[in-house]
């Protein structure tokens, strides 16, 4: 009941702040620990298209500047950034990738009416809470799941599938909703192995593996390890399509892989649309500041871009009638058109395949809905 009085309230309080004419938009990842990496994509995605929006005269008349915080992927510190940027009177925040710091910052967004954009969490529940300050560019859980699993069935009917994942919550998630999917099919879930972060030898589940005799392999695990797994199973001989995430799809990955070794190896992440002038403006900006395009970079700025094109619609700040404007309109991004549903998620996302080639990663086609 307090965040539904708090959103009202906010009609007339919750805006952006402005500082000497300058606008403040929060943006809050894991800018340092194991997931730092996730944090500077999503950095640079707000700060080129706050760029973009600056040279074009800026918000509503008033030039844009950006509030970062670090949440280092935990949920307290994460809780005590959101109070930050309620005390700062910041009235937007995009972030935070990890979904337990996402789901503890939320309800402090929700409390106080201040419109959280969120550009990495997958966990469903986030969006479940009734909490009207929510709104996810990234995709669901579910959503992600059924995309992996879709492709793997299509490529491998009737196969034998292996199921690996780590510990976190949201692969633990992304592992129940694919066995959930792959149950209503005709391939058969050999195994589902369970290693933990931090983990560097998976002799004993290669083994596991080599006896099963899996058609393909899906991992649904963070990049360190995934690499790792992947690597050795090259290595031992267990020459198997291996499918994943976009934890795939960081340099990281394909350093630890080799780039000779990455031939049956295929992640499925957000489809982009190369052809749309939005998409081919981002691609050149990105590449003129030599940066790579990943996950984060993109669904940060479309982000950014969509909470831009809302305030220009209602002319406002103001969080109640941007948010009224995003449940109710669709907006041309370098994703493509986004809309959202009345609980905040995104409506049917597009999701590609990707695979490194020659030490380059190559969107290889969309995924058949």
């Given at each position: 009941?307090?965040?539904?009085?708090?959103?009202?309230?906010?009609?007339?309080?919750?805006?952006?702040?402005?500082?000497?004419?300058?606008?403040?938009?929060?943006?809050v990842g894991p800018m340092t620990g194991g997931s730092a990496a996730f944090g500077e994509q999503i950095k640079r995605g707000a700060q080129l298209a706050v760029d973009d929006i600056n040279a074009q005269g800026g918000l509503l008349g008033q030039k844009i500047e950006l509030y970062v915080q670090d949440d280092a992927c935990d949920p307290k510190q994460a809780r005590n950034v959101a109070a930050k940027m309620?005390?700062?009177?910041?009235?937007?925040?995009?972030?935070?990738?990890?979904?337990?710091?996402?789901?503890?910052a939320s309800e402090v967004y929700g409390e106080e009416g201040v419109l959280h954009m969120e550009v990495g969490a997958l966990a469903s529940e986030l969006t479940q809470r009734g909490i009207p300050t929510v709104f996810r560019v990234s995709a669901t859980d579910k959503a992600f799941a059924r995309a992996i699993g879709r492709y793997v069935v299509q490529h491998n009917p009737q196969g034998k599938i292996?199921?690996?994942?780590?510990?976190?919550?949201?692969?633990?998630a992304l592992t129940k909703y694919m066995q959930e999917f792959l149950a209503t099919t005709p391939n058969k879930v050999v195994t589902v192995e369970e290693i933990s972060g931090g983990d560097k030898d998976f002799s004993s589940i290669i083994d596991r593996l080599k006896n099963l005799k899996p058609d393909?392999?899906?991992?649904?695990?963070?990049?360190?390890?995934?690499?790792?797994?992947?690597?050795?199973?090259?290595?031992?001989?267990?020459?198997?399509f291996y499918?994943?995430?976009?934890?795939?799809?960081?340099?990281?990955?394909?350093?630890?892989?080799?780039?000779?070794?990455t031939g049956k190896i295929?992640?499925?992440?957000?489809?982009?649309?190369?052809?749309?002038t939005l998409y081919q403006q981002f691609y050149k900006e990105m590449k003129k500041r030599n940066w790579p395009i990943e996950t984060q970079t993109a669904l940060t700025y479309a982000a950014v871009k969509i909470y831009a094109d809302a305030v220009k619609a209602t002319n406002s700040f103001e969080v109640p009638k941007i948010a009224e404007i995003l449940r109710s309109q669709s907006f041309k991004t370098v994703l493509g058109d986004v809309r959202f549903e009345k609980n905040g998620d995104r409506i049917n996302p597009a999701f590609s395949t990707y695979q490194w080639v020659d030490g380059t990663l190559k969107e290889t086609g969309r995924i058949v809905q």
């Amino acid at each position: 009941m307090r965040a539904l009085a708090c959103f009202f309230i906010s009609l007339f309080l919750g805006m952006a702040t402005a500082h000497a004419g300058e606008i403040r938009l929060g943006v809050v990842g894991p800018m340092t620990g194991g997931s730092a990496a996730f944090g500077e994509q999503i950095k640079r995605g707000a700060q080129l298209a706050v760029d973009d929006i600056n040279a074009q005269g800026g918000l509503l008349g008033q030039k844009i500047e950006l509030y970062v915080q670090d949440d280092a992927c935990d949920p307290k510190q994460a809780r005590n950034v959101a109070a930050k940027m309620v005390n700062e009177k910041i009235g937007v925040v995009f972030g935070h990738w990890c979904t337990a710091a996402s789901m503890a910052a939320s309800e402090v967004y929700g409390e106080e009416g201040v419109l959280h954009m969120e550009v990495g969490a997958l966990a469903s529940e986030l969006t479940q809470r009734g909490i009207p300050t929510v709104f996810r560019v990234s995709a669901t859980d579910k959503a992600f799941a059924r995309a992996i699993g879709r492709y793997v069935v299509q490529h491998n009917p009737q196969g034998k599938i292996a199921v690996v994942t780590d510990k976190p919550a949201v692969t633990k998630a992304l592992t129940k909703y694919m066995q959930e999917f792959l149950a209503t099919t005709p391939n058969k879930v050999v195994t589902v192995e369970e290693i933990s972060g931090g983990d560097k030898d998976f002799s004993s589940i290669i083994d596991r593996l080599k006896n099963l005799k899996p058609d393909a392999i899906i991992c649904s695990c963070y990049t360190l390890e995934a690499g790792l797994l992947a690597r050795q199973l090259h290595e031992k001989g267990l020459n198997v399509f291996y499918y994943g995430w976009d934890t795939f799809n960081s340099p990281d990955f394909l350093n630890i892989v080799g780039k000779d070794n990455t031939g049956k190896i295929i992640s499925v992440d957000y489809a982009h649309p190369p052809q749309s002038t939005l998409y081919q403006q981002f691609y050149k900006e990105m590449k003129k500041r030599n940066w790579p395009i990943e996950t984060q970079t993109a669904l940060t700025y479309a982000a950014v871009k969509i909470y831009a094109d809302a305030v220009k619609a209602t002319n406002s700040f103001e969080v109640p009638k941007i948010a009224e404007i995003l449940r109710s309109q669709s907006f041309k991004t370098v994703l493509g058109d986004v809309r959202f549903e009345k609980n905040g998620d995104r409506i049917n996302p597009a999701f590609s395949t990707y695979q490194w080639v020659d030490g380059t990663l190559k969107e290889t086609g969309r995924i058949v809905q």
